[in-house]
Structure formats: C-alpha cells, structure tokens
C-alpha cells in the first residue's frame, strides 16, 4: 500500500515561527516531526511515499535527501554514529513529492494524490503534523482493518467533549470492541451538536473512491475543502478506536509537552532534565507563595 502525508497548510496556529519554516519540520526532542510520520509508515510495512509539499517547504525534501557534504565530512571526521543516522534517514523509503499549489484544505491535498494512487484500490494518509505512538503502528492497524472488512477505516480516539469543536468527530454507530462503523462525521462541530466525542485523529486508509468524493464536495468548516466532508460519502467507513497515544505538533502547547514527554524517554539526557523542572517548579512555587 502506498501512503500519502499531507504537509503543505500554513500552520497559521503556529506563527510566527512557521512563518517561513514547515511546521511539519519542527523538532520533537531530536527529531522533525515529520520523520516520526516517515517511520510509522516504514514500521507498518510502506516503502512507497508521497508527501504533499507546497510553497516553503523545501526543507522537507532536504531532510530525506542524501546530503553527500554532510556525510563525506562526518566520515573524514571519524563521526561514524552520526554518519549512520544521516545515512539512514535519506533510505527510509522512496519518498516522492507533488506540491498543493493553493492551500486549499485537507481534501485538495489529498486530491494532489490522485494521480501518484492511480491504480491502487486504497492508500494510507498520515497527517504530517501528527504522531502516534503505539506497539503496531497506528496506520498498521488500520490496514489491518481494510484487509480484514474490505472498506475505508479511520482511526479515532476520545477527547474531552469540551474539545470537540477543534476535530472531526464521528456519529458511531458500535460494531464490536473498539470498532464503530462511522454513520456520520462532522468537522469541528459545536459542543451541543457533536455526535460524540470520538474525534479523527489524522491516520486513514481510504478506499480510492474518495478522489470522487473530494471532487464533488464544495468547501466547507472555515471555507476549505474538507477531507471529513468527503468522506460522508463513503460507502462504508469504519471508526477504529485506536491502542495507542496521539500528538498533535500542529499547536505549541501540544508540540512543548510532546517534546517534554520524547526527551524524557532518553535515558541520557532524562535525570538532567528532571532535576531542572523540578528546580522550575520550585522556583514558581517560590514566586507565587
Ligand atoms: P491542519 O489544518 O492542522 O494544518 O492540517 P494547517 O492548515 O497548516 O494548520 P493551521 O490551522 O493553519 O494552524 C493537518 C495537516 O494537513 C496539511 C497540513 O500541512 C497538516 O500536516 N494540510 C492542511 C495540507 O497539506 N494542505 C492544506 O490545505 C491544509
């Protein structure tokens, strides 16, 4: 299965520091947010990639290229570690690019797939703004799911219903243990009309009927051309409660705490760290007594 990582919106929510960088290239802990998104497709069996890129966001396509300077000079200097990892990033998979000439929405980027998905009967999409953590990898058991009941699946997960009306949500209609079949959606509804609080978290397989769809669907939710609106006109689609943890880099109090949270998983660098919020904390609890 191909996949499809849209990264060309303009991360209005995150100036100004995405004022002339991608915010799909902001770094969690020592990484660009959207090589979490690379590895996940890679871990879940995908070598085929297509990233949506528009205007400014070159930078991507640096990222996954080889970079003969950088690694002649880290061989002459005997950085064999780093060489690696350098190395590594640029074989991931085979990344393609096409760019989104207008930011038109999330369903006009993945309508500049068409053509790269032409033939296949589904294809996968991650957010380039999302990652997810989880023994399978997210996108993995959506696949699964596709392989097993022949239709388009998203992933969904609960939030707090106060937070709705900043998702996708699905009307679920509940099929067996954490599997809904979607009878509705609705992008960022108001709190007192939203169906439920399972919201779409950014990883779908859709079946390639969806370029029809898209075509057909006017703009909608803040005059953009709305992947969630397409897809109510899915045959079927099903709503998997996905076994795993969410991060939406997309905003900056989000992107700290899962910078926070990834850079306290490294064992080097984790007591240090600590030891400093701790003094943070005690600090602020000193100012405010
Ligand atoms: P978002 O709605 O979170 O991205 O789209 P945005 O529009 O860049 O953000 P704000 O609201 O202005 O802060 C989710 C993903 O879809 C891509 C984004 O790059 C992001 O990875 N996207 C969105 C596109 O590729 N094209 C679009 O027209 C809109």
């Known amino acids: 299965m191909k996949a499809v990582i849209p990264a060309a919106g303009l991360g209005t929510r995150f100036l100004p520091v995405t004022k002339a ?19 996940e497709a890679v871990a879940s069996g995908i070598n085929d990639i297509l ?8 930078s991507i396509e640096d990222h996954f290229d080889k970079s003969f300077e950088l690694e002649y000079f880290l061989k002459r200097n005997g950085k064999n570690e780093f060489l690696r990892e350098v190395e590594a990033i640029s074989e991931l998979a085979d990344i393609y690019y096409v760019r989104q000439k207008e930011q038109k929405g999330l369903g006009d980027a993945i309508y ?11 294809f ?25 009941y022949g239709a ?12 709705v009306e900043r998702y996708g949500v699905i ?28 919201a779409i978290i950014g990883r779908y397989v859709l079946e390639s009927e969806i370029f029809d769809h898209i075509r057909d669907t006017p703009p909608g939710v803040g005059g953009e051309i709305q992947l969630t609106d397409a897809m109510r006109s899915l ?35 984790r007591g240090e760290l600590m030891d ?3 003094r943070l904390l005690k600090e602020e609890w000193n100012d405010n007594k």
């Open 124 to 148: 996968a999409v991650l957010l380039g703004d999302t990652i997810t953590t989880s023994k399978v990898p997210c996108i993995r058991q959506l696949i699964d799911i596709y392989k097993e």
């Open 276 to 278: 400093y919020i701790k």
């Open 21 to 39: 960088q991608p915010k799909e290239m902001l770094p969690v802990y020592d990484k660009p947010t959207i090589q979490y998104v690379v590895e």
């Open 112 to 122: 500049c797939a068409k053509k790269h998905v032409d033939g296949e009967d589904a």
């Open 235 to 269: 045959n079927r689609l099903y709503g998997y409660l996905f076994k795993g943890k969410t991060y939406d880099i997309g905003n900056k109090v989000d992107w700290l705490k899962t910078s926070i949270e990834f850079a306290l998983k490294d064992e080097n660098i």
């Open 152 to 163: 388009s699946a998203i992933a969904v997960e609960e939030v707090p219903r106060e937070k």
């Open 171 to 198: 009307k679920p209609k509940p099929l067996k243990k954490n599997l809904y079949i979607a009878e509705d959606l609705v992008e960022k509804p108001p709190v007192e009309e939203a169906p439920s609080n399972l």
């Open 51 to 58: 990233i949506v890129t528009g205007k400014g966001k070159r």
